[in-house]
């Protein structure tokens, strides 16, 4: 068994460089169909025997060529990836979008650290994000990414792609320590302000004879722009009347009417603490019992700021106000601030036999618990959280999720065999559990009068088996499949009409989903790969039970939501060069029943299954390094994806529209550059182009608030190894100052700096 390590491999834009072309360092992609491993630490968990794609990037690869301030920066240049990603801090709305799936489709990914779920998928969207926040960036082994449903080891939220985060575990004393900052000046609309943040991490850890541990701490203090902005239709306006002000400015909407900005709103302050202890025991040489706990703790404020002022040049906030002959009412949730609480826990736990011989065996359980998620918000507008009065507090405290899986890899004839069969048993379970009360002390008081509340429990209880069969030396195949019982229960909502719950029944559904993959090797340089499978993503709790009350009828929610059935195959030819590779894929997804808000009245929408999405594109991608000159690393990559609703029912003038937030074309660079063993500087440069909101892609026009943007952003990265404890870099994100958005603006050009030491 070669043992390689699996690069990531982007497209190189200069076509001269493709023509260096000759035997495969080492270091990358294997000529022979060989089973995969990960030389130098521990091996990624995705199932790489498969011949599909998969990319990955190594720790030091980060630290070395990325500025990255939150974990999920790690995934920042993957082929045909990106994460809705905000400001510095963003852990509610960096959402993860892949081939097929814009970043309105949370629960169509899984994410992973150490075999420990981090995917929220107690919900689907923006506000169901991924916990990136229980990994650190510093303690980052590797990362890699199964792109597609092609194994029967993950559920069909994998329809999209399997990010697979390793982190550190010691094989003898080590201690870090990084402290960095990074601020940016910020004009959009009236706001002019700067923005800044620091951050601050420390690791230790051993391995002392059987036992190994390692601690991690880390707290960010980050003031992002703000995201959210209050608006008004100039049509929408009344006759004069109210409160003559000045400030209000004219734009365009995304669907190109004139309207007014207002002010900013949601301008956040969240100060976020993390902790993390790994213990590890081998039993034996050949059994290993493993212990995670993480803890994150987020404490956050959102401000607003009117543009608006009166006749004295004060700001105004609330009430009828009169801007060029027309009225408007502003209300309160234009400008109202928030305060936010959060205190989440981490679990996980696996027992694992790793002998390599005719059978191996794991058991793993993890648990994630919202100990205390609180969110309060005024009944009024005001300015700031210092203005105390009526109030609501949403209180999410007891949601979460559990997973529980045993797995086993059998090779009837040892290592050196044919066959490789991974098999398992799986249950996973979501919680959902939503309070919202009022009361006359917003800031401060810890109940309320009911005013709504949203209760569901899912649960996937998951079987499966997969063979890899290396035929011969050219020829390899895979094939698997998965059989899951899914089941939604205990849901329930009610509001302060009605505060009896209205109860909903249980559903229960059976769904099988096969998988198969073969790979053909067709000379020294050339591999061929085809995959195929089936992807069954069932509704989650927020989907299926997050509804309103009227009249005693339950609204925008829908609790016999159909599940998405997707079939997605791609075909790979991958070259293999001087010191890297080049790829080609074609992709193919044909979506049925895909879950999306839709609007039943020009006031209320709802999540709907629209008919049918299918998705057909090419995915380039290239890496190698000693380009050109010594010391110089390339990674690209070209994405080329038509999606289009093919059939849908509840909003005929969508079809033949392409699916929000999947661009047509994507594009990623990273090089960097090695000058000696001192210096490393790197340039990376990310390009989206136009994308839409809506399903009827009533959207046109991107480039405002709620729009959804063409964007091209560099990066720049200078990093100086003082000696062997000390590296200091700089670099500067969004160097062009490019203004983009996806419904809310990102970030503008930010300047960061970090020391560490590494002993």
Do not use: C
């Not at 510095?88 to 169509?108: E, F, K, P, Q």
């Not at 050196?416 to 991974?422: L, P, Y």
């Amino acid at each position: 068994m070669k043992r390689i390590e699996l690069q990531y491999k982007p497209l190189a834009l200069l076509l001269a460089v493709m023509g260096a072309a000759g035997p495969a360092s080492a270091d990358h992609q294997p000529k022979a169909l060989d089973v995969v491993t990960i030389n130098g630490g521990r091996p990624s968990s995705l199932p790489t025997q498969i011949p599909t794609t998969i990319e990955g990037i190594s720790g030091a690869q980060i630290e070395d060529r990325i500025n990255a301030t939150d974990s999920e920066d790690a995934l920042k240049y993957f082929p045909s990836l990106n994460v809705r990603k905000r400001y510095i801090g963003d852990y509610d709305h960096a959402v993860l979008a892949s081939r097929a799936s814009g970043t309105g489709n949370s629960a169509r990914s899984l994410v992973y650290a150490d075999g420990i779920l981090l995917s929220n998928l107690l919900g689907n969207g923006a506000s169901y994000t991924p916990r990136w926040g229980l990994v650190s960036p510093e303690e980052i082994e590797r990362v890699d990414v199964l792109y597609g449903p092609f194994s029967a080891a993950y559920p069909g939220n994998s329809a999209g792609a399997v990010v697979d985060y390793q982190t550190r575990m010691p094989t003898r004393f080590e201690a870090h320590l990084k402290l960095s900052a990074f601020g940016q000046q910020y004009r959009q609309y009236g706001s002019d302000a700067r923005f800044i943040g620091r951050q601050g991490s420390a690791a230790i850890g051993d391995r002392q004879g059987a036992w190994s541990w390692w601690v991690d701490v880390s707290r960010l203090d980050s003031k992002g722009q703000p995201i959210a902005f209050a608006n008004r239709l100039v049509s929408g306006g009344g006759k004069a009347g109210g409160v003559p002000v000045t400030g209000a400015l004219a734009d365009k909407n995304p669907a190109n009417q004139d309207w007014l900005i207002l002010g900013a709103s949601n301008q956040i302050d969240t100060l976020q603490d993390h902790a993390k202890v790994k213990l590890a025991y081998d039993v034996s040489p050949t059994l290993r019992a493993s212990y995670t706990l993480g803890w994150w703790k987020n404490q956050v404020t959102r401000t607003a700021d009117s543009y608006l002022r009166d006749a004295a040049g004060d700001p105004v906030y609330q009430g009828t106000v009169n801007i060029g002959g027309k009225s408007y009412v502003l209300q309160p949730s234009d400008f109202a601030p928030s305060i936010g609480a959060l205190e989440h826990l981490m679990h996980g736990f696996s027992l694992k036999n790793h002998a390599r011989g005719v059978f191996d065996w794991e058991v793993a359980a993890s648990l994630y618990d919202y100990a205390k998620d609180q969110v309060r918000t005024p009944k009024n507008a005001v300015p700031d959280a210092r203005t105390n009065g009526d109030g609501k507090l949403t209180d999410m405290g007891g949601s979460g999720w559990n997973t529980l899986a045993l797995k086993g890899i059998w090779r009837p004839d040892g290592m050196a065999g044919a066959h490789i069969v991974d098999f398992g048993l799986q249950r996973d379970g979501a919680k959902l559990r939503t309070r919202v009360l009022s009361n006359g002390d917003w800031i401060n008081a810890g109940g309320g009068a009911p005013f709504a509340t949203f209760n569901g429990d899912t649960s996937l209880l998951s079987l499966y088996g997969q063979d890899s069969w290396r035929i011969n030396a050219l020829w390899k195949a895979t094939l698997g499949a998965r059989l899951e019982r899914w089941q939604a229960f205990n849901g329930q909502v009610s509001n302060a009409v009605s505060p009896a719950p209205l109860r909903f029944g249980e559903r229960a559904e059976t769904s099988w989903s096969p998988k198969a993959a073969l790979a053909y090797r067709a000379g020294d340089e050339w591999t061929l790969k085809a995959s195929a499978g089936r992807a069954v993503r069932n509704p989650t709790a927020a989907e299926l039970f997050q509804g309103t009350i009227e009249n005693g009828k339950i609204n925008n929610t829908d609790p016999l939501l159909r599940a998405e059935k997707s079939w997605t195959g791609e075909l790979t030819a991958e070259r293999a060069l001087r010191a890297g590779s080049l790829r080609a894929t074609l992709f193919h997804e044909d979506t049925r029943d895909a879950l999306y808000s839709q609007a039943l009245t020009a006031q209320v929408s709802t999540i709907q299954n629209v008919g049918k999405i299918r998705t057909t594109g090419l995915e380039l991608a290239y890496q190698a390094d000693e380009v050109l000159v010594h010391g110089l690393s390339l990674s690209n990559s070209l994405t080329y994806a038509d999606s289009r609703i093919v059939s849908n029912d509840a909003l005929p003038a969508s079809v033949g529209k392409r699916q929000p937030r999947v661009p047509q074309w994507r594009a990623t660079l990273l090089a960097s550059y090695h000058v000696g063993d001192k210096w490393t500087g790197s340039f990376g440069a990310r390009y989206s182009g136009k994308q839409y909101n809506t399903l009827d892609n009533s959207d046109p026009h991107g480039a405002t608030y709620t729009g959804s943007s063409t964007y091209l952003v560099a990066d720049v990265r200078l990093r100086y190894r003082i000696d062997n404890q000390w590296t200091a870099s700089v670099g500067i994100d969004n160097l062009n100052n490019a203004k983009y958005w996806a419904y809310h603006p990102y970030s503008q050009r930010t300047l960061l700096a970090e020391l560490k030491f590494d002993l």
